[in-house]
């Protein structure tokens, strides 16, 4: 039986210029790699900003160093998003992926089983969404891969090309702005 190759050996394949090398790491990492991007600059945006990010990773494929290779291609997504928002100068309208039913970014557990506290949970998700959407795209980022996507710190720093240190920053500054944000009035009628 054949085990998968390495996100490293499909890199090193295709800077030795192997398209199929290349394509299996894309498969490997497109969906993933689109629910950031969407979250980042929006659903509508987000089928270029997934494309120009494989585009520039298969022209840098050669520069390529082995070690953290998922670090690398969100590093290179992440500049495409930013690059497609300071030029647009415009935050996204949506945190939703297009294509995903519209499901919400979290799914918050549901503690009770009436209808009062599913209200509850949707009126809570669409402000987490609507905070989410006003934070800046440095501080989104940070969001979306550490707490979202779950990657350790070292690993989102590389992909964000910050010091671990500014991302923490980062994070900190998000969650105290969420914080804020996130408030909820009572519901009507209850």
Avoid at 79 to 84: F, I, T
């Amino acid at each position: 039986m054949n085990e998968p190759r390495s996100d490293d050996a499909l890199l090193a394949a295709a800077a030795a210029g192997s398209l199929d090398a290349f394509n299996a790491f894309v498969l490997r990492h497109q969906d993933a790699l689109y629910g950031f991007c969407a979250r980042m600059v929006g659903p509508d945006r987000c089928e270029d900003a997934t494309q120009e990010a494989f585009v520039r990773a298969w022209r840098a494929v050669g520069r390529y160093r082995p070690g953290f290779p998922r670090a690398w291609l969100y590093r290179i997504a992440s500049n495409v998003c930013l690059d497609l928002l300071r030029r647009e100068r415009r935050r996204p309208a949506s945190l939703r992926i297009a294509g995903d039913g519209d499901a919400p970014i979290a799914e918050l557990p549901d503690s009770a089983p009436g209808p009062e506290s599913r209200a509850e949970q949707a009126q809570l998700r669409a402000a987490l969404e609507r905070a989410l959407a006003e934070l800046t795209a440095e501080h989104r980022a940070a969001v979306l891969l550490c707490d979202l996507q779950g990657w350790p710190l070292a690993e989102a720093a590389g992909a964000l090309g910050v010091p671990e240190g500014t991302l923490k920053s980062r994070l900190h500054r998000a969650h105290e702005r969420l914080r804020r944000s996130v408030h909820l009035e009572p519901l009507r009628g209850a």
